[in-house]
């Protein structure tokens, strides 16, 4: 319809108008990461942390160096494919170990999880640790929270540049020293201090030892928080495993809320607030920055860094403790006791978890002590099935791999069973070496009419005959014999 159609319809046009330049606004999506300060603190929640530093890093640069017999007491033999772990052997066929330790980790997590949060990430987690360590020698050498801030404040001169250039050589060292031990446990660690003074290292030694120290160095000394709020996938599932019984670091609102400043001498009642000062040392402290009273949130890593320093506070002004707690969700809603908390934290979800733990690492002992000291691989020779040889006789030839897993040598009788007259030939000996493993030749011949064309199921024994000639242990392993028409 036109406007002759309908006179009483006016036609508007429709004129575009340029936005000012000065209304257009670029507006970043991305925030420039702020440096973080933490602040150090004493209590008891530190000095766990602290000891678990130790003990994790008395074990991890310790082990490489202690001795079992004539080797390193934990080595990982990729190039031989054996891996040595104290006084047991173990081949690429004892994947199953292996799996019974991802087993046992797997729950370790979800029980440690399922009880009081993230204790891995805050007491023992690689990230944790070396970050503690890395921030340990800032505070000796820059000083704690507030000169270090007023340190990177200030213009470059002679001490400023000294100390960073101190700083980062001792971080360097760290770094390179944890690279050098982590390649120790797949290459002798001796050998490998020789080889690194002589300049001798493999390329692939070089190359382990300086990508580790770097991920080291890059993570503990600089990423820090941001491994553990961005790329530690953990922190993004971990409140799948979390529910309202779960021990986590805790504000305890109702008794803090309304905050604010006051004397030690001032009536709470009469000014209508609440224990909590508002001094934000929990957030001074905190390694990731956040604020713990403003609820969980998936950057804490539940360290209790904040508990302590508020503990301390509340010691000061003669509050009693516990403003920040280990507490559950129910405890806080209830107002339950440390007893009534605890009674409910050991649910059926943790004595779930407690007993497959339990059942696991019992089978995993059990078979690591049945274990025998040998394995037997027994596999046919495919150039030559079956076939009729001197004396009528039917003839099948095997090949038997023997890996000896004690650290001795060792000789092996060989017998084989399952047919009538079977007998079994075998040239030369069956010796192998300590922690070596051998492929033999045998020879199974049959009388021709001892059994029906096809294939018969048969048995080798293997045992295992020490130097001084005493039995130590047998392996029975089957295959089978085949009868051609």
Known sequence: MDSQ?????????????????????????????????????????????????????????GLPWIEWGQRQAVLFDLGARRFYIFGFVLYPQDFIYLTAILVISAFSLFLFTAVAGRLWCGYACPQTVYSEIFLWVERKVEGDRSARIRLDGEKMSLEKLFKKVYKHIVWMAIAMWTGFTFVGYFTPIKDLGMEFFLGNMSSWEVF????????????????????????????????????????????????????????????????????????SLCVQVCPTGIDIRKGLQYECIGCGACADVCDTVMDKVGYPRGLVKYSTEHAMKNGWTKEQTLRHVFRPRVILYITILVVVVAALFTSLGLRK????????????????????KIENVYRLQIMNAAEKAMNYELSVDGLRDISLLLEGDANVAATESRWISVRVQLPYDAATPGSHPIQFKIRAIDEGGHAQSELIEKSVFLVPR
Request: net charge positive.
């Open 373 to 392: 000291p040998f394995k037997v691989d027994v596999v046919r020779d495919r150039a030559s099935l079956a076939r009729i040889v001197a004396g009528g």
């Open 208 to 279: 382990w030892v300086f990508f580790y120290a770097f991920a080291t160095y890059g993570n503990a000394g600089f990423m820090r928080e941001q491994v553990c709020k961005y790329m530690c996938p953990y922190a993004r599932f971990q409140s799948a495993m979390f529910d309202k019984d779960t021990l986590i670091v805790t504000y305890d609102a109702e008794r803090g809320e309304p905050r604010g400043a006051r004397s030690k001498k001032a009536d709470l009642t009469t000014l209508g607030l609440g224990s909590c000062v508002d001094c």
């Open 5 to 61: 159609e309908n006179p009483s319809r006016k036609i508007v046009p429709i004129v575009p108008v340029a936005a000012a330049e000065d209304d257009v606004q670029m507006v970043s999506l991305y925030a420039a990461t702020q440096k973080i300060y933490p602040r150090s603190v004493q209590g008891i929640f530190a000095k766990w942390r602290w000891f678990m530093v130790v003990l994790t890093q008395l074990v991890f640069y």
